[in-house]
């Protein structure tokens, strides 16, 4: 099983600021289908990234993915006031089938 | 715009059973071929649960892979979750939702279940 270690646990910064949000896969992602979610209290999680760097619908381009190796980066280039939430990294394991999520980044307001 | 709405009973005793099941609109529940459950027990990660793939199979977390059974019927636009065997640990909101490509597109906002007695 692909293990997604998230770092930091929290990171406190300010709007206006970049963020930059890290998972790190325990082994190589086929075809980096790595996937990135934002999660606010109280909510669903939306999905942001997907394939390592190819945003999903709708979501503003200053959030962007991308991926080296087993390293896997979110970064926010401009925060703003409503970016402040929890993110998790989630793979997919094709053998046997499995989802497995990051243990979440809360990005918090400094 | 597809929308996911899971519902069921929000408490269920030790030992017992839960189901829930999401019901698809603003689409087909055909336009993608798997759907999946997910928990995340309050305060904590999340955790697949399983999918189902319409045309005929599912796959499910090894690690509840004994407790779970996931169906759809198409004819009525939703797909359930049952597991079983509960304990206090599957305290979580379930969420349904939507697979896309390999990762999860379309959620449900998420129902609360409490396994207590």
């Known amino acids: 099983e692909i293990v997604l270690t998230q770092s930091p646990g929290t990171l406190s910064l300010s709007p206006g600021e970049r963020a930059t949000l890290s998972c790190r896969t325990s082994?190589?992602?086929?075809?980096?289908?790595l996937a990135w979610y934002q999660q606010k209290p109280g909510q669903a999680p939306r999905l942001l990234i997907y394939?390592?760097?190819s945003r999903a619908p709708g979501i503003p381009d200053r959030f962007s993915g991308s991926a080296s190796g087993t390293d896997f980066t979110l970064t926010i280039s401009r925060l703003e006031p409503e970016d402040f939430a929890v993110y998790y990294c989630?793979?997919?394991?094709?053998?046997?089938?499995?989802?497995?999520f990051g243990q979440g980044t809360k990005l918090e307001i400094k | 715009q597809v929308e996911l709405q899971e519902s069921g009973p929000g408490l269920v005793k030790p030992s017992g059973t839960l189901s829930l099941t999401c019901a698809v609109s603003g689409g087909s529940i055909s336009s993608s071929d798997w759907w999946s459950w997910i928990r995340q027990p309050p305060g904590k990660g999340l955790e697949w649960i399983g999918e189902i793939y319409l045309r005929g199979g599912t796959n499910y977390n090894p690690s509840l892979r004994s407790r779970v059974t996931i169906s759809a019927d198409k004819s009525k636009n939703q797909f359930s979750l049952q597991l079983s065997s509960l304990t206090a640990a599957d305290t979580a909101i379930y969420y349904c939702a939507r697979n896309h490509g390999f990762n999860l597109d379309y959620w449900g906002q998420g129902t609360l279940v409490t396994v207590s007695s």
């Open positions: 082994q190589s992602v086929s075809g980096n289908y």
């Open positions: 989630q793979q997919f394991d094709m053998s046997p089938p499995l989802y497995t």
């Open positions: 394939d390592a760097s």
